[in-house]
């Protein structure tokens, strides 16, 4: 038999002896990553009437969520509410693993009596299994448990040509299982360290850096209704005090705060998770350092760790640009520069961008725009030239934050709590669909906001922050361009009109080439 079939083939050399290529699978869109920003999207997209074609493409997507996420319960309540309207149900009850009624920091030495500052806003911890539920339940995308394989090296130019391919209507890449698929509109949300997009200035990136455990605990320090100096029934965002420590120069001048989330006890074991973090640094501090602060730092206040459940090392980068202008794949959440480039908060960002972004490719798909201009449209229905300049206004905070020792940052943040409720808390969300964020819309407001915190901090903290302001305006004209209404075109993506795809091939070239020509015409010797 096996003669015959040789025999067989070397009578008609045309049949191939490979197996045939599988055909590619075509979607409408494409979401490559299986975060919170890429299954928040998927859902958000398939959760209307008459929905795309949309696939997930992850290794991923069967493991589960790692980080502990955290957010203000007002932010957290708007999203849930506008997904509930878009069919995505449940996130604030499944979605949510526990609520602080209120939050404490600390950035005075002494006893928490005379150094807690309550903040009278509301936190939560996200449940990671219980949001993932919400996106994966009931799904109506496909997924395809494989990863993309191309590296990015210029805008739309991969390292392995076989592993994306353009053409005029269709993306079509090869994943690592030899899966050929192909979509109209494609999403990079593969997080921080993306591949498939680029961004720029991502060497003037800081890092937020924590170490933390979820843990039991025992000590003296342990009581019914507090653990050290952190009562149960508050998260703490910031305690900066540096008393317990021994060696106080070196904290000082790479300074770490404790975070502190109080959870259920577990058998009538109090449990609590305690992240020592560095807000922003370059280069970032070392996990080693937050380890020993954070068992240090307990210490001081009676307690310590007995079990620990868990561990977190958390590392976000922060900053940079966003996606460059004119790439075909569309870049969201952490891959898309949606992380808030001076405290790291993404999470709520991402979520609330990603009901724009999924109207946005609803439209693009109803106008049968090209995969270039599909790009370009929803880029720049994200990042309007005023998110652009608040995103611009925050990335001179996070640069600031990094100049500054512990005292700077106690007297920084302690001057930011002291302003009205909605303009503290619109700095931290900063994305416009988020409450509060209407306090930074604009130039003046944001002026406002720049000379309030000014009269809140102390004399030092402000004569600092004088003297960034001048040096960084020296650098760049991104802080003024966001505080005045000098400089201000920021460059659109639509604008920018680099990339309009096969058929119409570079616009901008094209024209300046017709300019030039006419020029030409009009002048000596006239042109061809
Ligand atoms: C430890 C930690 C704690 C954090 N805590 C908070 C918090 O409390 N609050 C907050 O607001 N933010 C927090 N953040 C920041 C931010 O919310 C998270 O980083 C968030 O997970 C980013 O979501 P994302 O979906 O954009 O990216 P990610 O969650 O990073 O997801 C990226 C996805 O892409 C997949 N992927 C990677 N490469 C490929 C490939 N080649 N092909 C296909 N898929 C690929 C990955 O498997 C993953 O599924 C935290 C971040 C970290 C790291």
Not at 445 to 459: A, E, H, N
Request: proline share 5%; net charge negative; aromatic share 10%.
């Amino acid at each position: 038999m096996l003669l015959l079939l040789l025999l067989l083939c070397a009578l008609q050399p045309s049949v191939p002896l490979s197996l045939p290529t599988p055909p590619t699978k075509n979607y409408d869109v494409l979401i490559f990553g299986s975060g919170p920003t890429s299954l928040s999207l998927a859902s958000l997209l398939t959760s209307s009437s008459s929905p795309p074609t949309v696939a997930i493409v992850s290794k991923d997507f069967s493991k589960p969520w790692i980080p502990n996420y955290g957010a203000w319960e007002t932010e957290w309540s708007t999203i849930s509410n506008s997904y509930d309207s878009k069919n995505v149900k449940n996130l604030s009850t499944l979605g949510v693993d526990h609520r602080w009624p209120d939050t404490s920091c600390y950035f005075n030495e002494g006893p928490p009596s005379e150094s807690r500052v309550n903040v009278g806003a509301s936190y939560i911890r996200v449940s990671r299994a219980g949001l993932k539920e919400c996106f994966t339940d009931n799904k109506k995308y496909s997924v395809v448990e494989e990863n993309h394989v191309a590296r990015c090296v210029a805008p739309n130019v991969y390292e392995d040509g076989e592993a994306v391919v353009f053409d005029g209507e269709f993306t079509s890449f090869k994943l690592s299982g030899g899966t050929s698929i192909s979509g109209k509109i494609i999403i990079d949300g593969t997080g921080a360290e993306s591949t498939l997009t680029l961004r720029d200035k991502r060497e003037n990136e800081g890092y937020q850096i924590a170490y933390g455990v979820e843990a039991s605990v025992k000590g003296e320090g342990v009581g019914e209704d507090r653990v050290g100096d952190y009562e149960r029934d508050k998260m703490t965002l910031f305690d900066y005090r540096i008393e317990n420590f021994k060696e106080k120069d070196k904290v000082t001048n790479q300074p770490t705060f404790m975070y502190v989330m109080p959870l259920k006890s577990v058998n009538n074991s109090p449990r609590i998770f305690f992240e020592e973090t560095s807000l922003v640094a370059r280069p970032g501090v070392s996990f080693r350092a937050c380890k020993s602060r954070l068992h240090e730092r307990l210490k001081g206040m009676g307690v310590e760790v007995d079990e620990v459940f868990e561990e977190e090392f958390c590392y976000i980068p922060m900053g940079g640009e966003v996606a460059r202008k004119g790439q075909r794949i569309v870049a969201v959440g952490a891959a898309g520069g949606l992380v808030h480039p001076s405290t790291g908060y993404q999470i709520c960002r991402s979520l609330s961008c990603n009901l724009i972004v999924a109207e946005a490719i609803k439209e693009a798909l109803d106008l049968k725009l090209k995969p270039d201009e599909s790009a370009e449209f929803i880029y720049d229905k994200i990042w309007t030239e005023e998110q652009i300049k608040v995103r611009n206004f925050a990335v001179f905070g996070g640069e600031f934050l990094m100049t500054q020792n512990v005292e700077g940052l106690k007297g920084f943040f302690s001057g930011f709590f002291k302003l009205p409720y909605p303009m503290w808390h619109g700095f931290l969300a900063q994305w416009r669909t988020l409450p509060n964020s209407e306090s930074h819309e604009n130039w003046w407001r944001r002026m406002f906001f720049g000379v309030t915190f000014l009269t809140k901090i102390p004399p030092k903290t402000g004569l600092n922050m004088a003297k960034e302001i001048v040096l960084y305006t020296f650098k760049t004209k991104d802080l003024i361009q966001s505080v005045t209404p000098l400089f201000s075109g920021v460059e659109k993506f639509k604008e920018s009109g680099r990339f309009r795809g096969e058929t119409e091939g570079d616009v901008a070239c094209k024209s300046e080439a017709r300019e030039m020509i006419e020029e030409s015409k009009g002048g000596e010797g006239g042109g061809r």
